[in-house]
């Protein structure tokens, strides 16, 4: 397989670049909603784009999809978006975001290996370089010395969020690559994000915590700017590179330019909030980018 740099990789690292800007957005605006709450308000604020975006594009023209490929955009949505960052939140809560960010490190691991599996998808050898050499960079980034110490039922506890978490998003992607080749593109990415959203407000409601989501909006004071504009970023633009990243480029490709997110995330964090960069995080980073160079066979010729 010869990579060049087209439309499907470009996409991937811009969603990659989207929601990094987002994430320094959200610790711009302070802590005012719970983690919760923000990842529902943020997946309101990408339906509130997508869905007029779709119709401008396609109008009233539905993606032709069979029964089964229907079945496999909800499910998608629900388990991919609702579940999965229900899990990834229970996580965070449990271990932490630097074990979390290092668990969060298997989804390109996950995508390939399904990829492989389930799309015939095939990686040669300097691509398995460059992935090695990607995910190291990404473990050097995020990796800290000291962490918060967890008895043994706890840790596992996290850990299976984690990794269930990161498996649940790598799947969801996954079985969406053949749909995204059906036309309504725009219609396939509001329709999944719809139905992760409505998954989640069946979930708070379950848990009868719809009405403190709408309480936490309504009282307080939150940056709404800032976080209007950091989900505009973050779900309806990097959403829409994201799988466009998925239609455009094979999916092992693509997952591994999306990792390439907590990468983004570090510079910024140091060129506009002023946190330090370690000479280990400048490492990683140059250790991440020499991966995707190779991935992506610039220095094959």
């Not at 719970?34 to 308000?41: E, I, K, W």
């Not at 869905?51 to 109008?59: C, D, K």
């Not at 993606?63 to 490929?69: A, D, E, N, R, V």
């Not at 909800?74 to 630097?98: C, E, K, M, N």
Request: with cysteine; net charge neutral.
């Amino acid at each position: 397989m010869t990579i060049v740099f087209g439309w499907g990789e470009l996409f991937a690292l811009s969603s990659a670049i989207c929601w990094a800007t987002a994430v320094i957005l959200y610790k711009a605006a302070g802590e005012s909603l719970t983690a919760h709450s923000l990842n529902l308000a943020k997946n309101l604020v990408g339906i509130l784009f997508l869905v007029p975006t779709a119709f401008f594009v396609h109008g009233f023209d539905w993606p032709s999809l069979s029964g089964w490929h229907w079945a496999i955009l909800i499910a998608s949505g629900y388990f991919g978006i609702a579940v999965a960052d229900t899990w990834y939140l229970q996580a965070l809560r449990t271990l932490g975001a630097g074990r979390t960010a290092i668990i969060a490190s298997l989804y390109s691991p996950f995508v390939v290996l399904l990829a492989i599996i389930f799309l015939g998808e095939r990686l040669v050898g300097w691509q398995w370089l460059g992935f090695v050499l990607v995910l190291l960079g990404i473990l050097t980034v995020v990796y800290q010395r000291h962490y918060s110490e967890l008895d043994r039922a706890t840790l596992t506890k996290g850990l299976t969020f984690a990794s269930a978490s990161v498996f649940l998003t790598a799947a969801g992607v996954v079985a969406m690559k053949p749909i995204l080749a059906a036309d309504g593109f725009f219609w396939i990415v509001a329709l999944r994000l719809l139905a992760g959203t409505a998954g989640m407000v069946l979930l708070l409601m379950v848990r009868g915590r719809l009405s403190h989501f709408v309480s936490e909006v309504q009282d307080g004071e939150h940056r709404w700017p800032t976080i209007m504009t950091a989900g505009f970023i973050g779900t309806y633009l990097a959403l829409i590179f994201w799988l466009a990243g998925f239609k455009y480029a094979d999916a092992s490709v693509a997952s591994v330019l999306n990792e390439t997110a907590n990468v983004f995330i570090v510079i910024m964090a140091f060129v506009f909030l002023g946190e330090a960069l370690s000479r280990r995080r400048m490492a990683g980073i140059a250790l991440t980018f020499s991966g995707v160079l190779i991935f992506l066979g610039v220095f094959t010729g």
